[in-house]
């Protein structure tokens, strides 16, 4: 894979200092330009590189102003923007979701197992051997003590988000799970998933 990164110039301020003097003509007014060098990957900002350069002409003549330390004052007075950061606020923003989604499944899945309807469909696996299977079970009762569940007809070998074409629910086969069971089973994680329609 090819990563495109390296570096650019930005410039992040322009403006006139009218009080500033050109050495040449004695002229008011001063143009100021700053730039800055960031670090891009795939030419979206990384960070920040280096100092800012400062360049100045006279607005009058037209004449190069090099004056070192009225340069490092413009540059201090300007920060970085926020862009130049793009990257990491970026991956900060993608972990933040993934926090947020994460915590907002959970209280969800907790949500629903701790109020089943019939419908609600679980995506639940177990350990055999070194691989776990994976299966799903729909309720289809509900009492004060248990749910009842229609198993699926067959196990997957690995992750999945739906049944595949051709398998279906078992009407004929069913079971009842405690409802304290079915809380310790989402503890413990043995049920991934809960889609309710």
Known sequence: ????????????????????????????????TIHQTYHHVYLIPMVPGGDKVVSMHCLACGTPIRHYEQEKIYAAQKRSPVYLYTWPILLGLGILSLVFFSFKGKHERNSYVANPQPGDVYLMHEQQGSQKMYYFMRVFE????????HPNSGGYNGYVSAMQPGDKFMLDEAYQIPRKKLAEMLEQGEIDEIERP
């Open 1 to 32: 894979m090819i990563v495109f990164w390296g570096r650019k110039i930005a410039k992040i301020k322009s403006f006139t200092d009218h009080h500033a003097t050109c050495p040449e003509c004695h002229a008011l007014g001063v143009a100021v």
């Open 142 to 149: 509900v009492n004060k003590e248990s749910v009842s569940v």
